[in-house]
């Protein structure tokens, strides 16, 4: 099962997390999302996604490797409740990449922390577009992040849609109402998304973490690296070795365990 110091270590904690407080819930989010990466590897070879606590612990802890939402969030979730914190599991329709809302399923976990007289959100595992830290659970309040700046927008129905500004145009990600999520939910919800043939991640290799200076993204072949002090670089993966390397060193991977040659043969 979970362990903190094994997870404080995974994700290189150093300071004195057996208290609820908002400096601890930033430092651990943040930390989070620059050492455990999101990634789709196992959907995109044919192996299942398991999202039970345990399966979760021994990929992303033990294993060190990544995940998307479903895994993310409730590491993070279980983390932040045994740290004592008052954590509510939310579900959103994803409108990332103009999807139309009336084609947006629930099919992300996020999470809201109430804390000290106040909520925010909290979100580990949304891909490039991450929540670098918590933000606070107002809307209409330009909130900025270590990078980019984001919203809560009040929208029909009411349902918050989370927005990030890139290029100075705000971009939707997604919408969700403030009812507590059911844990079976999320199991249909990821059994959905890791094996519906039409499904993104069934066919798209995807990989993403927050850095110190911005964000690093694996989209099949290309690896890019956006930071506030550079322009963009990219580079593409030519072989199974470039895809190594890219995976251990960018994305701190252990790829012992993985069959690099068959996600190589996958990515388009």
């Not at 612990?57 to 990544?66: Q, T």
């Not at 809307?139 to 009040?154: D, I, M, N, P, Y």
């Not at 849609?161 to 919800?189: H, Q």
Request: proline letters at 4%; hydrophobic letters at 40%.
């Amino acid at each position: 099962m979970l362990n903190l110091e094994r997870y404080f270590s995974r994700i290189d904690y150093r300071g004195q997390a057996y208290s609820p407080a908002l400096n601890v819930l930033r430092e651990l989010h943040e930390l989070h999302t620059q050492t455990i990466p999101f990634e789709n590897i196992n959907s995109l070879i044919g192996v299942p996604t398991l999202i039970d606590l345990p399966s979760i612990v021994e990929k992303l802890v033990n294993h060190r490797r990544g995940g998307y939402c479903f895994e993310q969030n409730t590491l993070f979730y279980n983390v932040l409740m045994e740290l004592g914190f008052c954590v509510t599991p939310l579900i959103a329709r994803v409108l990332w990449g103009g999807v139309p809302s009336s084609n947006a399923a629930c099919t992300h976990m996020l999470l809201r922390v109430d804390l000290e007289g106040k909520s925010y959100i909290c979100d580990v595992g949304f891909g490039g577009v991450t929540l670098p830290t918590p933000i606070e659970l107002v809307a209409g309040k330009v909130q900025q992040t270590s990078f980019e700046w984001f919203r809560l927008v009040a929208s029909e129905r009411e349902t918050l849609e989370l927005e990030v500004e890139l290029n100075g145009v705000w971009k939707k990600i997604y919408r969700f109402d403030l009812r507590p999520a059911e844990w079976i939910d999320y199991e249909l919800a990821n059994w959905y998304t890791s094996t519906f043939p039409m499904s993104h991640f069934l066919s798209n290799l995807v990989i993403c973490r927050i850095s110190h200076s911005g964000r690093l993204t694996l989209s099949n072949k290309i690896f890019t690296e956006r930071s506030m002090q550079f322009p963009v670089r990219r580079k593409n993966i030519n072989s199974v070795n470039d895809l190594v390397e890219c995976l251990r060193d960018k994305f701190n991977l252990d790829t012992t365990t993985l069959d690099l040659r068959l996600i190589f043969s996958k990515l388009i």
